[in-house]
């Protein structure tokens, strides 16, 4: 058989967590987000369990929000550290079941078979149920359809197949490959591929380019001019459903670190904004001097209150691991900003020297 891509995706996951160890939470409206105060200043929801959703709460919504739409939620903290491990356990269940795993973040990831994927997916749904956790499968040719599959596994028998957040939504397994890839996603607009966001389905359209259809049919030049040599033929790629097939089972190794904090008041002393920078890039270097990193660039990002984002960086003179050394280099690029208007959101990133 040939060989085909599964993409597992955990369903609620972080909420799917606390009912874990919190199973009288069960079947409650359960959101995740912040230090669990839904009156916390910009914090966002990170997780919302299929009851809260029904009131309307999305991942992404301001917890004040989310508040105003479901005030009977049970708010709970992030808990990075306790999801983290799960994850582990999660992807070590995965290696058992299924031999070699790509993971794309704590909730999902990509394996392979070239047996029957069908029964591969139902043995993989079975080891995830006996840690108490759900999950749905996505079957593909390639990893683009198989992420795509797992939205049309989760449905609830509708034969529109949109990925549901209803309540006690259902999750199951779906198979999407060239041989249903017109049928199925031909008609949608390209905004529903994996890899395509808002503003580029937009330029598209601008260019009559509206659905996945329109995008196959779409002339090589034009998305060339519009999008670049590499970019505006990639799009056309995803148009017709390819996508990469080799499963990446070594951690990625990062090439930066990089820690931002919005602040739940805007900062107008220019002093206390020189103590935060230098707060987060020392977070920054010694994560980064823990794993025996050095860095040789620094930069740092600041967004006011308008939303104005600006970033400026400094190549540092030799490669460094010495903490002190990129405190200073981002407190002297802080010095460098015209900061006019109040700051919302402060942060720092080092670059890495690759490992040889």
């Known amino acids: ?9 955990l369903d609620q996951f972080q909420a799917a967590v606390e009912f874990r160890r919190r199973p009288q939470l069960r079947g409650q409206p359960v959101i995740v987000g912040g230090n669990g105060d839904p009156t916390e200043a910009r914090k966002v929801v990170t997780c919302a369990s299929y009851p809260a959703r029904g009131f309307g709460v999305r991942a992404g919504m301001p917890l004040r929000q989310a508040v105003r739409k479901c005030p009977d939620g049970v708010f709970l903290p992030v808990d990075l550290a306790f999801y983290q491990e799960v994850s582990d356990d999660i992807m070590a269940t995965l290696g058992r079941v299924a031999g070699g795993v790509e993971v794309l973040g704590m909730d999902e990831a990509f394996v392979a078979t070239t047996a029957d994927p069908w029964a591969l997916a139902n043995e993989i749904r079975s080891a995830i149920t006996e840690i108490d956790l759900t999950c749905a499968v996505g079957i593909g040719d390639n990893k683009l359809t198989a992420k795509l599959a797992t939205g049309f596994a989760k449905q609830v028998g509708k034969k529109t197949a949109e990925p549901s957040n209803e309540v006690g939504a259902a999750t199951g397994i779906f198979e999407l490959t060239a041989a249903n890839w017109r049928e199925l996603m031909g008609e949608r607009p390209t905004s529903a591929l994996w890899g395509i966001g808002s503003r580029i389905a937009k330029r598209m359209e601008e260019l009559g380019i509206a659905t996945v259809n329109d995008l196959m049919a779409a002339d090589p030049a034009v998305l060339a001019a519009e999008f670049g040599p590499n970019t505006g033929p990639y799009l056309r790629v995803l148009g017709h459903g390819l996508g990469d097939t080799e499963l990446v089972t070594q951690p990625r190794i990062p090439v930066g670190h990089s820690k ?20 987060l890039a020392g977070a920054v270097a010694e994560e980064m ?10 930069s740092v990002t600041v967004r006011t209150k308008s939303f104005q984002t600006r970033s400026k960086q400094k190549k540092l003179a030799e490669p460094t691991a010495d903490v002190a050394a990129i405190v200073d280099a981002a407190t002297d690029i802080i010095d460098r900003f015209e900061i006019d208007r109040p700051v919302r959101l402060l942060g720092v990133r080092v670059e890495m020297l690759p490992i040889d």
């Open 1 to 9: 058989m040939a060989t085909r891509l599964l993409h597992v995706d």
């Open 260 to 279: 931002s904090e919005t602040f739940p008041t805007d900062l107008t002393d220019r002093d206390e904004i020189r103590g935060e920078v230098a707060r």
């Open 289 to 298: 001097a823990a794993e025996g990193r050095v860095s040789t660039r620094v």
